[in-house]
T-cell receptor
Framework: AQSVTQLDSHVSVSEGTPVLLRCNYS??????LFWYVQHPNKGLQLLLK????ATLVKGINGFEAEFKKSETSFHLTKPSAHMSDAAEYFC???????????WGAGTKLIIKP | DGGITQSPKYLFRKEGQNVTLSCEQN?????MYWYRQDPGQGLRLIYY???????QKGDIAEGYSVSREKKESFPLTVTSAQKNPTAFYLC???????????????FGPGTRLTVL
């Protein structure tokens, strides 16, 4: 069965420094992978998704993620953090053979001024 | 503007009462979903509907019920049988149902339910 592990429950970075949010997945087949962002008390917004095309996926707000099959990872990065990036980020996996989205537990990104 | 609306934003319920959460979308999407979000956990699927007049249980359907009489509406009822209903509830929709594509799910702003 597929699963998703977000390796950090909280990540704290200073404004202007790089962001790395880590995600590992377990999947029997070719997965599709997503990153969603949730700002406080708001709904979820899709940041980016990987669906077996290019392994480096660019999303909104300067975020990108790289699919590494050998490492079963899909880490989210951004070169320079902005205060508005403070939110919770979810890594999600799904498979073509399966209807269900499997959600990671989330990583809270804290931006220090 | 197209989107998903959920109402109310905050809801308080006494133990033993049923309560219905509203979800409406004007995106002309076929598929709609209800999730529950608890602190420190990922989203868990309660129910989903691929088409009007059809819906399926997700992982945690016990104590919940839904209906899908119209394409744009997918209300969720939290019944008194749900043992721990206090949570944040999110509704989502997508163009097509699971299994045929990896369509993006679009989420509403959520309803925070508190049982007193």
């Amino acid at each position: 069965a597929q699963s998703v592990t977000q390796l950090d429950s909280h990540v704290s970075v200073s404004e202007g420094t790089p962001v790395l949010l880590r995600c590992n997945y377990s999947s029997s087949y070719s997965p599709s992978l997503f990153w969603y962002v949730q700002h406080p008390n708001k709904g979820l917004q899709l940041l980016l998704k990987y669906t077996s095309a290019a392994t480096l996926v660019k999303g909104i707000n300067g975020f990108e993620a790289e699919f590494k099959k050998s490492e079963t990872s899909f880490h989210l990065t951004k070169p320079s953090a902005h205060m508005s990036d403070a939110a919770e980020y979810f890594c999600v996996v799904t498979e073509e053979s399966n209807y269900q989205l499997i959600w990671g537990a989330g990583t809270k990104l804290i931006i220090k001024p | 503007d197209g989107g998903i609306t959920q109402s109310p934003k905050y809801l308080f319920r006494k133990e033993g009462q049923n309560v219905t959460l509203s979800c409406e979308q004007n995106l002309n999407h076929d598929a709609m979903y209800w999730y529950r979000q608890d602190p420190g956990q990922g989203l868990r699927l309660i129910y989903y509907s691929q088409i009007v007049n059809d819906f399926q249980k997700g992982d945690i359907a016990e104590g919940y019920s839904v209906s899908r009489e119209k394409k744009e509406s997918f209300p969720l009822t939290v019944t008194s049988a749900q043992k721990n209903p206090t949570a944040f509830y999110l509704c989502a929709s997508s163009i097509a149902h699971f299994g045929t594509s990896t369509d993006t799910q679009y989420f509403g702003p959520g309803t925070r339910l508190t049982v007193l």
